[in-house]
């Protein structure tokens, strides 16, 4: 599986941007798929989670209400749509894939879930 990540860049509090994470190397509907984002000096850290067939969605406290996750299986992708963004927003974001079962968030919430990285696209927020 290779997970290619684009569209972040520099942008002002209150902004949008919208970020891609193009699936290939197998089928995507077998992967859930989800976002974290690591900031400067810290560890990364959940965003966002979507299922297989992008009906079941969850995301952190710190994002919810103005970050959207979906996926578009025709395309092979997945969005992560960051409005009203905020200095705070600032870091590196990282599409994740998992073949493995989401039963819990626990799970999904977990990093050492996923079995597939992308490289990650910087987001800086300017105040």
């Known amino acids: 599986v290779q997970l290619q990540a684009s569209g972040g860049g520099l942008v002002q509090a209150g902004d949008s941007l919208r970020l891609s994470c193009a699936f290939s190397g197998r089928t995507f509907s077998d992967y859930y798929m989800a976002w974290f984002r690591q900031a400067p000096g810290k560890e990364r850290e959940f965003v966002a989670y979507?299922?297989?067939?992008?009906?079941?969605?969850d995301y952190s406290d710190s994002v919810k209400g103005r970050f959207t996750i979906s996926r578009d299986s025709a395309k092979n992708t997945v969005y992560l749509q960051m409005n009203s963004l905020a200095p705070l927003d600032t870091a590196v974001y990282y599409c994740a894939a998992s073949r493995g079962i989401a039963y819990s968030s626990s799970v999904y919430y977990n990093r050492g879930e996923y079995d597939y990285w992308g490289q990650g696209t910087l987001v800086t927020v300017s105040s």
């Open positions: 979507i299922n297989w067939s992008g009906g079941v969605t």
